[in-house]
């Protein structure tokens, strides 16, 4: 299994849009290409109120290529994006790291 860390930084005012998008529809769209959900997270104390953290997994590498690669092309996807950022984006920008466990993780 390999594990993907997001954090994205939303745009000022824009963090409840952004998830409403995830809750109404990328958890599933996720789901529908074989992108495990695996945790969402906010800052409760310390570090930024602007972020969104997420996991999320995939069975390879090859695996998380294909499966982002069919996710963008969804026009569901598509749809809710461009209607999510009618008044603008949400999201300015992102980070991604692929996580390996170490070998004494209960989460492999």
């Given at each position: 299994?390999i594990?993907?860390?997001?954090?994205?930084?939303?745009?000022?005012?824009?963090?409840?849009?952004?998830?409403?998008?995830?809750r109404?529809?990328?958890?599933?769209?996720?789901?529908?290409?074989g992108?495990?959900?695996?945790?969402?997270?906010?800052?409760?104390?310390?570090?930024?109120?602007?972020?969104?953290?997420?996991?999320v997994g995939?069975?390879?590498?090859?695996?998380?290529?294909?499966?982002?690669?069919?996710?963008?092309?969804?026009?569901?996807?598509?749809?809710?994006?461009?209607?999510?950022?009618?008044?603008?984006?949400?999201?300015?920008?992102?980070?991604?790291?692929?996580?390996?466990?170490?070998?004494?993780?209960?989460?492999?």
């Amino acid at each position: 299994m390999i594990h993907e860390l997001r954090i994205y930084t939303a745009h000022p005012g824009k963090m409840g849009a952004l998830l409403s998008r995830f809750r109404d529809h990328t958890c599933a769209l996720f789901e529908k290409h074989g992108i495990s959900n695996v945790g969402y997270w906010l800052n409760s104390i310390g570090g930024r109120n602007d972020e969104l953290w997420y996991i999320v997994g995939f069975e390879s590498l090859a695996h998380r290529e294909q499966a982002w690669a069919a996710f963008q092309a969804d026009p569901d996807w598509q749809k809710a994006r461009a209607e999510s950022e009618v008044d603008g984006p949400l999201v300015h920008h992102l980070e991604n790291r692929i996580l390996s466990p170490t070998n004494f993780s209960p989460l492999r």
